[in-house]
């Protein structure tokens, strides 16, 4: 074998053995790891799992709070899980602003870090208590289940005064929700896939007031629109009264493709969802998942894992709160 031709096998090996480094490399660089929780508790995961199973055996509508939670927490900024702290004589909680309109069940939260906290006390952190009971919650909703690393810390203090900045809100522009979401890393496909969550809970008639008050909204489907109106008859809705329209009439409970069929047949509730339908950056995206639940499936666990490693704090940064409603320094 010529100097030359074993040149070119070293390049090689050097090549490859440097591409598994940087892989790995990347892989741990936030600090989050697959069972995390191995040695200091074994049981969390199952635990987390069980009492999410009790829960919505329960309660039916925690589901859709813990997928909508793990939205709320982790796009602002980091996944630490500030969305479940309560509120101070000085600062304003993430859940209490008008963005967070809707967000409810934060006590079963508690009841599961009361679980956790019964086997291994001070281990588990709040955030990935959010995170994992959004991943058994999704299961639980017949998605598909999504493996997620775990490790996260817990934040000290609330986001609330600049949640405007990174939560994109129902009636933005297409171009500010890619933006947003770009910017967490979240390509176009998985953007489409994160808003197939519409697909299951309701949405409160004051979102949807404005679509049909004082006039409908044309490009509403006219089947629908004599149901929006059944559902929603006071042009002004009482925030506090029981007023909703489910988001998908078909499957309500269940987490599937039916969402992407309801908004190009124009069926959406939202601005947003009417935009995804017919916006030329994600109308392709939209009909590739409404024929296709798979291909949904793979984005939307894409997009969620992308989603839930936005910006840890790992090691030594943040804690591990006692409660999830309150910073340890305030006990």
């Known amino acids: 074998m010529g100097s ?16 598994k480094y940087a892989s790995a490399h990347d892989e741990e660089d936030n600090g989050l790891v697959m069972n995390f929780y191995k040695d200091t508790c074994p049981q969390a995961e199952d635990i987390i799992k069980e009492q999410v199973r009790l829960l919505y055996k329960r309660h039916k509508n925690t589901a859709f709070s813990w997928l909508r939670n793990i939205f709320h927490d982790c796009a602002v900024q980091s996944c630490d899980a500030s969305l479940l702290l309560d509120s101070t004589r000085r600062t304003l909680s993430e859940k209490e602003t008008d963005r967070s309109f ?28 959010l995170v994992l009971s959004a991943r058994d919650g999704i299961v639980s909703l017949g998605g598909p289940y999504i493996p997620l690393r775990t490790g996260r810390r817990d934040g ?8 405007e900045n990174y939560l994109p809100d129902h009636n933005e522009s297409m171009s500010v929700v890619l933006e947003r979401f770009a910017a967490m890393g979240i390509d176009t496909p998985g953007v489409v896939a994160l808003l197939g969550a519409h697909s299951v809970g309701r949405t409160h008639c004051v979102k949807l007031v404005h679509r049909l008050y004082p006039q409908v909204d044309p490009v509403l489907n006219p089947g629908h629109v004599e149901h929006m109106l059944y559902k929603c008859p006071d042009e002004i809705p009482d925030p506090k009264a029981v007023q909703y329209v489910r988001n998908d009439r078909g499957t309500p409970m269940i987490l599937d493709n039916n969402y992407y069929r309801n908004i190009l047949d124009n069926k959406g509730l939202l601005i947003v969802d009417h935009q995804l339908a017919t916006d030329k950056r994600t109308k392709p995206y939209v009909k590739k998942m409404a024929k296709k639940q798979d291909y949904f499936f793979k984005e939307f666990s894409r997009a969620i894992t992308i989603l839930s490693e936005n910006n840890p704090l790992t090691g030594t940064k943040g804690e591990i709160r006692k409660q999830c409603n309150v910073a340890n320094k305030l006990h």
């Open 4 to 19: 030359k031709t074993l040149c070119f096998f070293f390049f090689l090996f050097f090549v490859a053995v440097s591409f």
């Open 102 to 129: 809707g967000l409810r069940n934060f006590r079963y939260i508690e009841t599961i870090k009361e679980a956790v906290e019964r086997e291994c006390p001070g281990v588990v952190s709040c955030a990935d208590i």
């Open 156 to 163: 000290r203090k609330s986001r609330a005064d600049i949640l």
